[in-house]
């Protein structure tokens, strides 16, 4: 028995056994399939290039109109619970413009082209890149929420004092709505559709979020209890008092950290579904 390359029988990078003058192909073992970890930072920072170089004018588009909200109203809201929902509520829109509604279309628009078909090829976890999609369009939001809570504090006279939450506030609150965005473009048959499900999720999020949770009706309200960003909103809201209830805080965080967990679960499932499709 001898073994020759397999390149002299068919150009191929495995090996060839002569066994009784018979050539068998003995197919070379695979790569071990990378980690969690290292493959979750490789494709959050490829991401992150990808959204810093295409996805800044859209994020002035989203502080913006976040601050626009807020001077608008400010013709009707003075003062008091009103206008800490109503500045907590616009900085969590930023957060929902980009990590919800453009990461449904991202989501949707790779589906359609076949561009799942190439992280399908890769030997990375699924949740490797559900999850580093989901916090690179998270982080790029923090320049234009903390510009958004620092000018809303500002124009309603609020403190600043214990800004130093959206530490908290956004990454939570990311991960949540990053988790639902990600799942409806996964979930959605036509990128179209993706597209329209991020723009109802961004809508929601805005007239659900921004407005003072007393102004809504009742059955609004307990929709209002299942949007991912409610909590960070009200966690947010909270910290605008003199003496913040820190244990109430820290309580509203804990439930959306929990919704964020949820979130990118289901949207790591809606990936794998829709890889082997």
Same mark, same amino acid.
């Given at each position: 028995?001898?073994?020759?390359?397999?390149?002299?029988?068919?150009?191929?990078?495995?090996?060839?056994?002569? $066994?009784?003058?018979?050539?068998?192909?003995?197919?070379?073992?695979?790569?071990?399939?990378?980690?969690?970890?290292?493959?979750?930072?490789?494709?959050?920072?490829?991401?992150?290039?990808?959204?810093?170089?295409?996805?800044?004018?859209?994020?002035?588009?989203?502080?913006?109109?976040?601050?626009?909200?807020?001077?608008?109203?400010?013709?009707?809201?003075?003062?008091?619970? $009103?206008?800490?929902?109503?500045?907590?509520?616009?900085?969590?829109?930023?957060?929902?413009?980009?990590?919800?509604?453009?990461?449904?279309?991202?989501?949707?628009?790779?589906?359609?082209?076949?561009?799942?078909?190439?992280?399908?090829?890769?030997?990375?976890?699924?949740?490797?890149?559900?999850?580093?999609?989901?916090?690179?369009?998270?982080?790029?939001?923090?320049?234009?929420?903390?510009?958004?809570?620092?000018?809303?504090?500002?124009?309603?006279?609020?403190?600043?004092?214990?800004?130093?939450?959206?530490?908290?506030?956004?990454?939570?609150?990311?991960?949540?709505?990053?988790?639902?965005?990600?799942?409806?473009?996964?979930?959605?048959?036509?990128? $179209?559709?993706?597209?329209?499900?991020?723009?109802?999720?961004?809508?929601?999020?805005?007239?659900?979020?921004?407005?003072?949770?007393?102004?809504?009706?009742?059955?609004?309200?307990?929709?209002?209890?299942?949007?991912?960003?409610?909590?960070?909103? $009200?966690?947010?809201?909270?910290?605008?008092?003199?003496?913040?209830?820190?244990?109430?805080?820290?309580?509203?965080?804990?439930?959306?950290?929990?919704?964020?967990?949820?979130?990118?679960?289901?949207?790591?499932?809606?990936?794998?579904?829709?890889?082997?499709?």
């Amino acid at each position: 028995m001898s073994i020759v390359p397999a390149e002299a029988v068919s150009g191929k990078t495995s090996q060839v056994r002569v $066994e009784s003058g018979v050539a068998a192909i003995v197919a070379a073992p695979l790569a071990p399939r990378a980690r969690l970890l290292p493959a979750l930072g490789a494709v959050y920072r490829a991401q992150l290039s990808r959204a810093r170089v295409a996805r800044i004018p859209l994020l002035f588009v989203a502080t913006f109109q976040s601050i626009g909200i807020m001077v608008l109203m400010r013709g009707v809201v003075d003062g008091g619970d $009103e206008a800490r929902a109503v500045v907590a509520g616009s900085s969590v829109l930023v957060v929902a413009f980009v990590a919800l509604n453009l990461l449904a279309q991202y989501f949707g628009q790779l589906r359609a082209g076949g561009g799942l078909d190439h992280y399908a090829t890769l030997p990375v976890p699924p949740a490797a890149v559900v999850l580093g999609a989901a916090g690179a369009y998270a982080s790029f939001t923090v320049p234009g929420t903390v510009v958004t809570a620092i000018a809303g504090s500002v124009l309603f006279q609020l403190p600043l004092t214990h800004l130093w939450v959206l530490a908290a506030v956004i990454p939570l609150s990311g991960a949540a709505l990053a988790g639902l965005g990600a799942a409806l473009g996964l979930l959605a048959p036509r990128q $179209e559709l993706a597209t329209l499900l991020g723009q109802l999720g961004m809508s929601a999020a805005l007239l659900l979020g921004v407005l003072p949770a007393d102004r809504l009706p009742g059955p609004i309200s307990y929709a209002r209890d299942l949007l991912p960003s409610t909590y960070g909103v $009200e966690a947010l809201a909270k910290t605008f008092d003199a003496r913040p209830d820190w244990a109430v805080v820290g309580l509203d965080l804990a439930v959306c950290a929990a919704v964020g967990v949820v979130s990118l679960t289901v949207a790591t499932w809606a990936y794998r579904r829709a890889a082997v499709r």
